[in-house]
């Protein structure tokens, strides 16, 4: 039996190539056009939510003069 000469932590490793298979696996099947529409919708999606966020992110990542001024409210004006 052949022996490696470097060390191995599992017996199965080092075994492995007397166990090579020959059957190939069955061909991949190609996605429907329902699939394609379906992961493209959810792709649209997701970039849609992505730039949405970004837009209406955006007036609170400004650093303006609105940010520096202090807002008061209406009812602490008639105290």
Do not use: Y
């Not at 849609?48 to 602490?76: N, W, Y």
């Amino acid at each position: 039996m052949f022996r490696r000469k470097e060390a191995v932590p599992f017996a199965f490793v080092a075994e492995a190539d007397h166990f090579r298979s020959n059957v190939t696996p069955p061909p991949r099947e190609r996605p429907g056009a329902s699939q394609i529409v379906g992961r493209t919708l959810l792709g649209l999606t997701v970039a849609a939510g992505l730039v949405g966020s970004l837009i209406f992110g955006m007036p609170s990542l400004q650093s303006g003069d609105s940010a520096t001024r202090q807002q008061q409210s209406e009812a602490s004006d008639n105290r």
